[in-house]
């Protein structure tokens, strides 16, 4: 049976931009998916997705017009439930033949046809059957209806359709936007399927206002694109609109010159590609005493409330000309890039404004207002806040540089979070700490301090920089712990994919901080320090925060490239600085690398277990009750080897730590081969248990290699 490619779009108003992409890949997946487990499509039919604002379509390859059929063998019952004592049917066999389409006019012949295979101990009957293929009208209607079904609508609206009764009267249809058409073509007949009060023809609708005719009639379902670029003026791919942008807007920034190019912003790039159904950049201004204002409050006005992109020269600096994405391409564009100038110009005065009013107060004056400001209501105002992270930021920087650098955070501390009652972060809160380096500079203070102002927030997302300063990355850590302290304290957790408080991102963010920085700082420690800064306002939370924070660490590590082995083995131990982690790391996949590691690992594992089972062991070994050569020979290698592989670890070699313990393989084998551990002299037996407790210590400094094992 020949194939043919299959197409359906859904016209619809404007869809959510920055849902756009998802809807558009989630539409066509899932349509593809429930053709090829009908059988119309095979596994090498390939799915092309297109979306625009106004329309969902999928384009699948090799569509048959019916599935073939289909052999199913069905298990019914036991024999001796199906059966009598004479061979013949069972009421309930009959039954159960007669609800499946079997002819029972007939019960020996019905019998006959069944076959007899072991199930498990018993024997069962099995009733053979051919389904008939479902055809193509049948199978997409139940695909469309699945794949409308499922879409990842982030929020329904309810629209009413006409009947077509002869009543007048109205039904309510539930979608993300209202739909105006659908076309289905296999190859290039219409298939006579319905969605969304809609019956599928094939011609659609093309740009609003650039579409060479009103109804674009499309052939056939490969010539969809091209009849609705050259007929619809509509470039329906995603990807291919967006590529198209992209090459215009590095085009558009090649023709200013002087090294400009467009800000780089993918979710920006995306969400206009999801505005615009034939993209046309234009080259716009604004006037350059704008340019005093920071560039940060500049860029995020035009990306946030404009969707434009900002040019910036070759130094990185904005420049005060801007891209414009225009839906439309006139012949005399003056209009469009007018009507862009005069609408940004009121944006980018607002900002001047608020930096203008806002350097007419200093930011140690709005300290006070912090304390009128509710932070959460069981942990008090953002000035109580405040106070709690100077608490904090002091003490971890007095471990880590003295009290010049206690001083400086405390500074920064204070002022950290004055910019949150500035005009400017109440109108852009993704301004702040950024607007409160700026400030502090204008009044004077270091640009250590300034940097700290700044930077204490981050890092803002997976990926972001860290502090730049060291006063900074007190601060920022001191933040992050007294939200996750805070937070954890009075049972405000995260769950499932809700985490209102990004106490996720605060983790990694304190991970990343302790590791990439190597802070010679304690986990447990640190936490614990935190607690007295809330007073009674939280309970202590910390053994379940520092869980949290080693599953963040995990997650991390596995994302890194690490195996879940290695992983589990180093972080079972719980190390207390977490800049270790990575050397531990290294040194258990270069342990695991060596021949030894299989078989010590697996002895590992034994002595866990026997360790385990009896109870609370002394690592306490005497010579005399050495009795067997293989415990006598054990006892030599680690006190020849242990002091050495110990000196090791100390010093932070922690991978020639563990290759120093591998020379302990063939004694422990040997041990294994030849001992008795569990003796029925109590004496003998606590001390072989000592001497694997020994050995258990010795081996596990680095991390748990009884992980290692199979």
Request: aromatic share 6%; net charge neutral.
């Amino acid at each position: 049976m020949t194939t043919k490619n299959l197409l359906v779009e859904l016209f619809v108003e404007e869809l959510p931009p920055k849902a756009l992409k998802k809807l558009g890949d989630a539409f066509a997946g899932t349509l593809a998916d429930q053709l090829k487990a009908l059988g119309l499509a095979g596994a090498d039919s390939v799915v092309t997705a297109y979306a625009s604002p106004r329309r969902l379509a999928a384009h699948v390859t090799h569509v048959w017009l019916k599935a073939a059929d289909k052999a199913v063998q069905q298990k019914l019952m036991p024999v001796t439930v199906g059966l009598d004592a004479s061979g013949n049917a069972t009421p309930a066999l009959l039954k159960k033949l007669q609800a499946l389409g079997a002819d029972v006019s007939n019960p020996a012949a019905a019998v006959a046809a069944l076959k007899r295979a072991p199930d498990g101990k018993a024997e069962a009957l099995f009733y053979d059957s051919l389904v008939t293929g479902a055809t193509l009208d049948t199978g997409l209607q139940k695909a469309l209806e699945e794949a409308i079904t499922k879409l990842p609508i982030p929020k329904v609206m309810s629209y009413q359709l006409e009947t077509d009764c002869e009543l007048p009267g109205w039904s309510s249809v539930n979608f993300v936007r209202p739909a105006h058409g659908l076309v289905a073509l296999h190859g290039s007949t219409v298939v006579p399927v319905k969605a969304l009060g809609l019956t599928a023809g094939n011609s659609t609708q093309g740009h609003r206002f650039e579409a060479k005719v009103a109804k674009v009639v499309i052939k056939d379902a490969d010539s969809y694109a091209a009849t609705l670029l050259q007929d619809g003026a509509v470039i329906a791919s995603f990807a291919e609109r967006k590529a198209e942008i992209a090459r215009q807007l590095a085009a558009a920034a090649a023709k200013v010159g002087n090294g400009a190019r467009p800000i780089e912003d993918e979710a920006l790039l995306d969400e206009v590609t999801a505005l615009v159904e034939r993209p046309n950049v234009l080259v716009c201004q604004f006037e350059k005493q704008f340019l005093d204002v920071p560039q940060e409050c500049l860029i995020l006005t035009m990306k946030a409330n404009q969707k434009y992109f900002p040019l910036l020269d070759a130094a990185g600096k904005l420049t005060h000309q801007f891209l414009v994405v225009s839906n439309i391409s006139p012949s005399d564009a003056s209009a469009v890039i007018g009507g862009n100038e005069r609408v940004v110009r009121p944006r980018l005065a607002d900002a001047k404004f608020f930096f203008d009013q806002d350097r007419k107060k200093t930011l140690e004056s709005r300290v006070e207002g912090l304390g009128k400001v509710v932070y959460h209501n069981k942990l008090g105002t953002q000035g109580e806040r405040v106070e709690r992270v100077r608490a904090i930021a002091k003490a971890i920087a007095q471990q880590l540089g003295g009290e010049v650098l206690a001083k400086a955070a405390d500074t920064a501390a204070r002022l950290a979070k004055t910019d949150l009652l500035t005009d400017m972060v109440g109108e852009f809160p993704e301004l702040q700490g950024i607007m409160g380096g700026y400030y502090a500079r204008h009044d004077g203070l270091s640009e250590d301090i300034a940097f700290a102002v700044e930077d204490h927030y981050k890092p803002r997302f997976a990926g972001d920089e860290l502090p730049r300063s060291q006063v900074g990355l007190v601060v920022a850590l001191a933040d992050k712990l007294e939200t996750l302290v805070g937070m954890f304290g009075i049972g405000n957790l995260p769950t499932g994919d809700k985490d209102p408080f990004a106490l996720r991102r605060h983790a990694l963010g304190v991970i990343r901080m302790l590791t990439e920085k190597d802070l010679p700082l304690d986990l447990n420690a640190l936490l614990a320090g935190a607690v007295p800064a809330f007073g009674d306002k939280i309970s202590d939370a910390t053994p379940a925060l520092a869980e949290f924070i080693y599953d963040r660490l995990a997650g991390s590590l596995r994302e890194q490239g690490y195996s879940a082995q290695e992983v589990e083995a180093v972080l079972a131990l719980q190390p207390q600085r977490l800049g270790d982690v990575t050397k531990r790391l290294a040194a258990v996949r270069a342990f695991a690398a060596l021949p030894e590691a299989a078989a010590l690992a697996a002895a590992n594992k034994r002595i866990s277990n026997i360790l385990k089972k009896a109870g609370d062991v002394d690592a306490h070994v005497s010579d005399v009750l050495l009795k067997e050569q293989a415990e006598k020979d054990l006892y030599a290698a680690l006190k020849s080897v242990v002091p050495q592989a110990n000196a090791q670890f100390e010093a932070g070699d922690y991978t020639a730590s563990l290759q120093t313990l591998a020379a302990l393989r063939a004694p422990v084998d040997a041990f294994f081969d030849d001992v008795m551990v569990n003796a029925e002299e109590l004496d003998l037996r606590l001390n072989r248990q000592g001497l694997l407790k020994s050995l258990h210590d010795a081996m596990n400094r680095v991390a748990d290699l009884s992980r290692l094992a199979a």
